[in-house]
């Protein structure tokens, strides 16, 4: 009586645990923080897109670098999703020095790039961009302390298509 008992219960156990359905949770947007938590994220035509995957010889999932003696200032953030087969990339070619704003416009030192592996280049310099638009703003720059934080959002198009990045943050350390 006992084993049956037991081998009833183990049974509905097993169908329990069965019938549990995995939910798919979608990812949410890091919160905009400043004191150097290492996030990155944003929306890529209106879906969260964060960077993910392993890290490798070949490229880190998020990498920033700052080198403030070079150019008055020259800046460089990767990010790399391996779920999405993607990458964003922002750079600041010069006097990036200090909390502010960081526009695109023709012949800027600031540039924006979304790549699609194997597949598409989304580059603002492109001569195809002339009506690119985006904004870097750099909401901190501790240069003692090594953070680097802000927004970003940015529109451009090719050949492929037109691709959307909205609500972009990062809190970094570099």
Sequence with gaps: MKRSFIFILVGMLFMMLTCIRKQNVEPTLP???????????????????????????????????????FQGGNLSISAFSERDNASIIINVGGNCNSVGEYIIYDNSPTSFQYTILRNCVFYSGDKINKEAVGKLTIT???KMRRILSGT?????????GRVEITEGRFDLKY
Excluded: M
Excluded at 37 to 50: E, I, Q, S, Y
Excluded at 152 to 160: G, K, L, P, R
């Design 31 to 69: 919160p905009e923080t400043q004191n150097g938590a290492n996030t990155f994220g944003c929306k890529v035509n209106g879906k969260v897109w964060l960077p993910n995957g392993r890290e490798s010889l070949y490229h880190g999932k998020l990498i920033v670098l700052y080198d403030e003696t």
């Design 140 to 142: 901190k720059l501790d």
């Design 152 to 160: 970003f959002y940015f529109t451009i198009e090719n050949a492929c």
